[in-house]
């Protein structure tokens, strides 16, 4: 496992290195030392690691900082969004937050910090729809096929651990269908998608980057996108909305967020440039290949889509009785 994990990071870093995407700014602007710390709550060579390295040094080049990605991860994201709550209020250390940050904030009973209280919004960036994904193999085609099952017999789904996207999102489909699930966690998203490649499991929520490239090798078949449309690069699978999902649409998004006291001044500069960063077409097209979709979110909307998140997997959470340590 660690050889794999290192192959993915190796071959992460070359894409990044192919697309100019970690080429450093030169150092002329306000932080000390010129440094962006740009912490990132995950292991390094994921996608996460990969869309936070991308638009911060895009983000550098334009503040004239020079970045540098931090990459902490541990305890559902918990370590390095605790290091950015702690850190001093300038403008010089930001975090990289997803949707898994918000479940974290809401499923953890005791955190050393508040994600409304300790934080405040920099800008949205945009977000990776999830998909429904069955193995190459599988007897469902379709997501009536699953819903018929899950009502039936039930259903055997995989996550990347207790209260990830995954878990949640499956949990929240299955009682929507009135179905019975068994939840298998697995100690993250690579071995998930092992257990679903072994048919080991019979349902798996990764998001479209993950997905993608196992729909190219034919190894998974996807029966439905959480988009609102169709993604040029999924264009022959059905969104949830199409099939009468229209409120079922968890996705794994991506923001920015700076610590609470940072001024208004240094907050405003790092939004202005994080969302060109964001909206520059090179990487727009880029992201596309992966199923990212690019929605820039100023930081009072980023404010509504975290309280929003965390009501609504609140009530997921309360509703099948999940606790953290599952």
């Known amino acids: 496992m660690t050889n794999r994990r290192e192959r993915l990071c190796s071959l992460a870093l070359a894409a990044a290195a192919a697309f100019g995407w970690m080429g450093s700014a030169t150092a002329t602007g306000s932080c000390p030392g010129g ?43 918990v370590i390095g969004t605790n290091v950015v709550a702690k850190s001093t209020p300038d403008g010089c250390t930001i975090l990289s937050l997803t949707a898994s940050g918000v479940v974290a904030s809401v499923l953890q ?28 193999s599988s007897k469902f085609h379709s997501v009536a096929d699953l819903a018929k099952a899950a009502k039936a017999e039930g259903i055997t789904y995989a996550s990347g651990g207790v209260g990830s996207l995954a878990h949640l999102s499956a949990a929240r489909l299955i009682k929507e269908w009135g179905g019975k ?35 190219k090798a034919g190894k998974i078949r996807l029966l439905a996108v959480t988009s609102d449309t169709r993604l040029p690069a999924l264009p022959d699978v059905p969104t949830m909305k199409e099939l009468g999902y ?14 609470k006291g940072t001024p208004p001044t240094a907050v405003s500069r790092l939004t202005s440039a994080f969302a060109k960063a964001a909206a520059s077409p090179d990487v727009k097209g880029k992201f596309s290949e992966m199923g990212f979709i690019t929605d820039v979110k100023d930081p009072s909307a980023v404010s509504v889509l975290m309280k929003g998140e965390a009501e609504r997997w609140g009530k997921v959470i309360a509703e099948n009785h999940i606790q953290a340590s599952d």
Do not use: C
């Open 181 to 215: 699930g068994n939840h298998i966690p697995y100690k993250g998203n690579s071995d998930a998608v092992q257990g679903l490649l072994g048919d080991q499991i019979q349902l798996f929520f990764p998001s479209t980057a993950e997905a993608i490239p196992l729909v």
């Open 246 to 259: 229209a409120d079922f649409k968890p996705r794994l998004w991506y923001a920015f967020l700076a610590p």
């Open 35 to 77: 440094y962006l710390r740009v912490v990132v709550p995950n292991p390094a060579g994921g996608v996460g690691d990969l869309i936070a390295r991308t638009l911060g040094n895009r983000a550098g080049t334009d503040l004239g900082e020079t970045v540098v990605i931090e990459n902490r991860a541990g305890a559902t994201t």
């Open 109 to 136: 009973k005791k955190l050393p910090y508040d994600l409304t209280r300790d934080f405040v919004p920099i800008v949205g960036v945009g977000s990776f729809p999830m998909v429904i994904a069955v193995p190459a």
